[in-house]
């Protein structure tokens, strides 16, 4: 808990009454937005989506400095490794596994998460190994191009075997259940109603509280520092004695595994899956989220992705009505001029705070210690 | 064997635009060490003002001659992409140049991303038709044909290659570009404006792009918001196959890739007994793309250099 609330190190009661705070808000949150209607809720719900991605990516691009443009594909992975697992497209479609699975395929989700983690850190792998050598420019294009090579494989991989249903997608998903409470419909507790998308509001929490966690332990550990030894200088790290290559894929691998977990979330969230969700545009609004929030520093990541998935709900909602008003029709969408502004964020921030808008404290100087060192100076 | 010249054809038609295109992105590369990922959307902005301007004169001028209106909307589409270019290059990329390597890649990104919504907010995001200003005149070998805008193609791109190789080892610009690639403090200590040289370096390259997306507007007939940017991104590959920083590399890395596209995309149904079709061409680049990385990362022309991280 001290590693969550690094201000309140010294002061245990403190650390816990601002964590006790701070659930209270995340639980409270949906029925909050609610009253807005249930798309806020929804848009809350991919907000946590997003952390978990973001912070998936800042482990590659913040923590080891390894650009990739083709994260999004391992959220594909994951997505439609649910969806494949998950609806009646294979057994429709293969007589054999329709006789051996009677009922269709279903599976838990205490199979899916782990399974799908581990299928999303052996792309990661494979993704990692042909590129370890290069230099990190040469990274992002290759990565940019596995990117592209999922999403054109997602496309045409319905002929000569229908693995993927094409461009159609693959529909029908079942919802997620725990321990036999299905996620879809609305279930009550305490004369309370929980609609849909509280409950997969509460379970996205759960999964980013647990990637949070695991991100900061991550970076505290021994191979954090290996990654960020690699980021600031290669040869010095490797110099060090710290094993580059074993360390970039297990960024590369265990990056992905976020990816994975939440593309199998999202895939059970929406009951749909197609290759437009995995554009090179997501990956560059993922890389906005890391970018923006602040690069390797957790705090930042999650306010980066948190401010930029809600972002377009509000813009949904003011662009357009907005120019209804003044020019009498909607001349720029709110799409596209989303993804303006994303772009000229990134260069913006890159030019004038190129740390982020909260950025991680510097190296070795903890804000205690600077105090000291102050002190000691006037005295 | 007519499916092969044919395909040769096209193939060397499609690599001689990507050479074009690799062609501005080696010489950035060459002298900044940076991936000019806008490059791709400045040939799209090309294309575009080319058409437009096209479209303009034949609704004023209904009786002009087909490669007159060619021309004027190269020359009106050559200063747009080069003040566009400069522009990217003054704004974007020239203060982060002492930055980290990920900085300017990432404002690379982002401003690739600007253009393509203001190039879709002014000509909207439909297909729009590229008429057709010169005649076809199809060559006949076989079966295999070869149209009269192919050939000029082809023969327009080793015309401006050929100029720009004498520019780049006869002139005194080329000189200094050479020594600012080789070493910028350097060059600049021995006279060379390193901020001009970069900055004719985007300038050229930027031109190259346009008329490379007037070629592949006028080959397809068609333009829209996002055409330049997978051609700019294999033109990349075709860079990298060749050994990035290598002019005469990229001529001919630009051109294997696209004979490889073609030629895939038209064996790949037979190869592989029809399993898989030719729209898996766009793989190839990036297929080729790794291959290369892994077994000669310093490309078919390039010299092994250090790496200089």
């Known amino acids: ?379 | 064997m007519d499916t092969f010249i044919q395909q040769a054809i096209n193939g060397l038609v499609l690599g001689s635009m990507y050479s074009l295109i690799a062609l501005g992105y080696t010489m950035v590369y060459g002298i900044l060490n940076l991936i000019n990922f806008a490059h791709g959307d400045v040939l799209t902005v090309g294309a575009l003002t080319a058409l437009s301007t096209i479209l303009f004169l034949q609704a004023f001028f209904p009786g002009m001659p087909g490669w007159t209106l060619m021309l004027a909307g190269l020359l009106a589409a050559i200063p747009v992409c080069v003040t566009l270019s400069l522009v990217i290059e003054r704004v974007a990329y020239r203060p982060l140049r002492n930055a980290p390597r990920l900085a300017p890649l990432i404002t690379a990104i982002g401003v690739s991303i600007v253009i393509q919504t203001v190039a879709m907010l002014v000509w909207g995001r439909t297909y729009m038709t590229f008429p057709q200003l010169i005649p076809d005149l199809p060559l006949t070998f076989g079966e295999a044909t070869i149209t009269l805008t192919k050939m000029m193609v082809i023969g327009l791109s080793a015309a401006v290659m050929i100029g720009l190789m004498l520019l780049v080892n006869r002139t005194r610009l080329g000189r200094a570009m050479r020594a600012t690639a080789e070493n910028p403090r350097v060059a600049g200590l021995m006279g060379v404006n390193p901020n001009f040289v970069i900055a004719m370096t985007f300038a050229i390259g930027a031109s190259l792009a346009a008329l490379a997306g007037v070629m592949l507007a006028a080959t397809y007939g068609v333009a829209h918001f996002y055409m330049g940017f997978l051609p700019g991104l294999k033109a990349f590959t075709a860079a990298v196959l060749g050994g990035i920083g290598n002019i005469p590399g990229a001529m001919l890395g630009g051109l294997l890739l696209g004979l490889i596209e073609a030629l895939g995309a038209g064996y790949i149904g037979q190869l592989t007994g029809g399993v898989l079709g030719s729209h898996y061409q766009d793989i190839f680049a990036f297929l080729i793309l790794v291959l290369v990385l892994i077994f000669r990362p310093s490309g078919l022309l390039g010299e092994r250099v250090a790496d200089r991280a």
């Open chain 1, 1 to 379: 808990m001290a590693n969550v609330f690094p201000r309140f190190r010294n002061s245990p009661a403190a650390a816990f009454a601002a964590t006790a705070v701070v659930a209270a808000v995340l639980i409270l949150l949906p029925f909050l937005f609610g009253q807005l209607g249930n798309a806020w809720v929804r848009a809350l719900a991919f907000a946590l989506l997003y952390v978990m991605l973001a912070l998936g990516l800042n482990i590659v691009v913040g923590f080891a400095g390894l650009l990739d443009l083709g994260y999004i594909a391992f959220y594909a992975v994951g997505a439609y490794m649910y969806a494949l697992l998950a609806s009646p497209h294979l057994t429709s479609n293969f007589a054999w596994l329709a006789q051996t699975f009677p009922n269709g395929l279903h599976n838990s989700i205490w199979f899916v998460i782990p399974f799908g983690a581990g299928l999303a850190a052996m792309f990661g792998i494979l993704l990692g190994a042909p590129v370890l050598k290069l230099r990190g420019d040469y990274l992002a294009i290759v990565t940019l191009g596995f990117g592209e090579i999922m999403r054109i494989l997602m496309n045409n991989l319905n002929a000569p075997v229908n693995i993927t249903n094409g461009p159609q997608g693959i529909t029908l998903i079942d919802p997620i259940s725990i321990g036999g409470i299905s996620l879809a419909k609305t279930q009550t507790l305490f004369g309370i109603q929980f609609p849909s998308v509280y409950l997969y509001y509460y379970l996205f929490l759960v999964l980013a509280i647990i990637t949070i966690v695991v991100c900061i332990r991550l970076q505290d550990s021994r191979l954090g520092r290996a990654w960020m030894a690699i980021r600031e200088d290669e040869l010095a790290a490797k110099a060090m004695g710290i094993n580059v290559r074993n360390v970039k894929l297990l960024a590369f691998s265990l990056g992905a595994t976020f990816g994975g977990v939440a593309g199998a979330m999202f895939s059970a969230f929406q009951g749909f899956v197609s290759p437009e969700s995995f554009t090179l545009n997501e990956s560059i609004i993922v890389l906005a989220m890391v970018v923006l929030g602040g690069l390797g520093h957790i705090p930042g990541v999650v306010l980066g992705a948190v401010l930029l998935s809600l972002f377009p709900e509000v813009l949904r909602h003011t662009v357009a009505p907005l120019q209804m008003m003044l020019f009498g029709k909607v001349v720029i969408e709110s799409e596209v001029l989303r993804m303006m502004l994303y772009g000229l964020a990134m260069v913006l921030i890159m030019l004038y705070r190129p740390k982020g808008l909260w950025p991680a404290p510097e190296h070795g100087i903890n804000p205690s210690s600077r105090a000291d060192a102050g002190k000691a100076q006037a005295a």
